[in-house]
């Protein structure tokens, strides 16, 4: 498709989002004020307090000391990612590429299986779906085992060098005061991007329940996808599979959260959307059998 029909895709599409927000006004509000209190109750405080964290673990130079025992970079990042999900694996990232331990082709390789979703919001998430905890965890691990093999699988193309980074001095409130600053701005990145996404979602499917806009709600947005699983009336084997790949899928927003704190690095997505291919088809094998 050459760039010209690409254009006239994209007016047509946004036309007809401009079509449906003067024609459902009242869903087009509901929908800002339910993304503002999505991110204001379940992304904001968790995310906030842990990209601040993670700052000053790094400030504090735990990855210098992790790379002490494991001689491998990117170890502190799957740790991380794993504790707390995207896009601290992105932030986590560029901080590596700004300090130059990584290089673009790392950071790419990387970010290909440190994509994850907080833990406490995929079991919440999971239960309610599932409501049955030993369901629940065998999918979580599940997901994590199968990223970690891949990592495994993978590594071995990264090129990082065993450079190491110690901050030795620096005054704790400036630091901070620093870290507060930039964590804000990216918030204010992210919720944008939440805002945008739910409501596209709400007023493209607005009425619209079955199985395949449940799978099209989680590919935009994860959030609004596991919750879509819970009001199918369908087998538990097939809500742990359609949950299983939005998941792993990681979702457009997310995705989109990735690129914009990348945005300044020439990122190559085809390791993550190669990675995501193999991870899903994996996954969803182990549960068919």
Same mark, same amino acid.
């Given at each position: 498709m050459n760039k010209k029909n690409i254009n006239i895709l994209l007016i047509t599409i946004i036309f007809f989002i401009i079509f449906l927000i003067f024609k459902n006004n009242y869903l087009f509000l509901n929908s800002?004020?339910? $993304?503002?209190? +999505? =991110?204001?109750?379940?992304?904001?405080?968790?995310?906030?307090?842990?990209? %601040?964290? @993670?700052?000053? /673990?790094?400030?504090?130079?735990l990855p210098y000391y992790l790379n002490k025992v494991f001689k491998r970079p990117e170890i502190y990042i799957i740790i991380m990612s794993i504790l707390s999900g995207s896009p601290i694996n992105a932030i986590i990232i560029k901080n590596y590429l700004d300090n130059n331990i990584i290089n673009e082709k790392d950071a790419s390789i990387i970010l $290909?299986?440190?994509? =994850? @979703?907080?833990?406490?919001?995929?079991?919440?998430s999971l239960f309610i779906i599932l409501n049955n905890n030993k369901k629940v965890i065998f999918l979580m691990l599940l997901i994590y085992i199968i990223n970690?093999?891949?990592?495994?699988?993978?590594? @071995?193309?990264? &090129? !990082?060098?065993? %450079?190491?980074?110690?901050?030795?001095k620096y005054n704790i409130k400036k630091e901070l005061f620093k870290i507060i600053n930039n964590t804000l701005l990216n918030? +204010?990145?992210?919720?944008?991007?939440? *805002? =945008?996404?739910?409501?596209?979602?709400?007023?493209?499917?607005?009425?619209?329940? @079955?199985?395949?806009?449940?799978? +099209?709600?989680?590919?935009i947005?994860?959030?609004?996808? /596991?919750? &879509?699983? $819970?009001? /199918?009336? !369908? &087998? !538990?084997?097939?809500k742990q599979i359609?949950?299983?790949? %939005? *998941?792993?899928?990681?979702?457009?927003s997310i995705q989109m959260q990735l690129s914009l704190i990348l945005e300044n690095y020439n990122?190559?997505?085809?390791?993550?959307? +190669?990675?995501?291919?193999? *991870?899903?088809?994996?996954?969803?094998?182990?549960?068919l059998f």
């Open positions: 800002i004020n339910e $993304s503002l209190n +999505l =991110f204001i109750t379940k992304v904001f405080p968790f995310l906030f307090i842990m990209m %601040i964290l @993670n700052n000053l /673990l790094i400030k504090c130079n $290909s299986f440190t994509c =994850f @979703n907080n833990p406490l919001f995929l079991y919440n970690i093999g891949y990592y495994l699988f993978i590594r @071995n193309k990264l &090129s !990082i060098k065993n %450079i190491e980074i110690k901050y030795e918030l +204010l990145k992210i919720m944008g991007i939440i *805002i =945008f996404f739910k409501t596209i979602t709400d007023l493209i499917f607005f009425n619209s329940q @079955n199985t395949l806009t449940t799978i +099209l709600k989680g590919i947005e994860i959030t609004q996808g /596991l919750y &879509s699983i $819970s009001l /199918l009336n !369908i &087998s !538990i084997k097939l359609i949950a299983y790949t %939005i *998941i792993c899928f990681c979702g457009l990122i190559n997505y085809k390791y993550f959307y +190669l990675s995501r291919i193999i *991870i899903i088809i994996l996954g969803i094998i182990i549960l």
